[in-house]
């Protein structure tokens, strides 16, 4: 069964940093994974798509990384903005197109 | 273009009163469309994926005589909450599958605010 854990569960940094959002995976029999973003009370806002077959993807000042053997993805947001503010959840593709997630990590960016 | 509605955003209902949920893909076909479940503060956990035409397959420790789901057509799925309680309120999401097999994305709905008193 797949699990996906994202550490830590939140996040706290000042405008302007670069940081990284960490994602793990236990079952490397993928098809993709994705990254969303939702805001309290909201649906979720997909942001990026990483097929089994790419190394990375980005939009913007976001830029995601997969790496299938060492069961990790990483979430790169540059130049941080209070709008960033929101939590981030990452999650697998396996058999049957089911979707596996992650708990999220909420992230407060401080003006 | 790939967005999918529900209807309605949020519903308040009584004790022992059943509540239905559309999910709408609005500018594409979707033979599959998956119902999530998220309680506050925690991840979402698929409750059952929906098949256009067939029965839905439900995940491990979901009733399936107490949420029903109806595919349809390749546009419309639908969840109802039979005979609600207290601890069925949460946030329900569905999503649908959007593209070729491989390259699949699923793309989700805004949610549904369940609040059951």
């Known amino acids: 069964k797949q699990e996906v854990t994202q550490i830590p569960a939140a996040l706290s940094v000042p405008e302007g940093e670069n940081l990284v959002l960490n994602c793990s995976f236990t079952d490397s029999a993928i098809y993709n994974l994705q990254w969303f973003r939702q805001d309290p009370g909201k649906g979720l806002t997909s942001l990026l798509l990483?097929?089994?077959?790419?190394r990375e993807q980005t939009s913007g000042r976001l830029n995601a990384s997969l790496d299938k053997s060492s069961g990790r993805s990483t979430l790169y947001i540059a130049a941080s903005q209070p709008g960033d503010s929101a939590t981030y959840l990452c999650a697998a593709t396996g058999a049957n197109s089911k979707l596996t997630f992650g708990k999220g990590i909420t992230l407060s960016v401080r003006p | 273009g790939a967005v999918v509605s529900q209807h309605p955003s949020r519903v308040i209902c009584k004790s022992g009163t059943s509540v239905k949920i559309e999910c709408r893909s609005l500018?594409?076909?979707?033979?599959?469309m998956f119902w999530y479940r998220q309680f506050p503060k925690q991840s979402l956990m698929l409750m059952a994926t929906s098949n256009e035409g067939s029965k839905a397959t439900y995940e491990q420790g979901v009733e399936k005589d107490k949420f029903l789901i109806n595919h349809a057509s390749l546009t419309l799925s639908t969840l109802t909450v039979t005979s609600a309680h207290p601890e069925d309120s949460s946030f329900y999401i569905c999503?649908?599958?959007?593209?070729?097999?491989?390259?699949?994305?699923?793309?989700f709905g805004p949610g549904t605010r369940l609040t059951v008193t």
């Open positions: 500018d594409f076909q979707a033979t599959t």
């Open positions: 990483i097929q089994s077959s790419q």
């Open positions: 999503s649908a599958i959007h593209g070729t097999s491989g390259a699949y994305e699923q793309y």
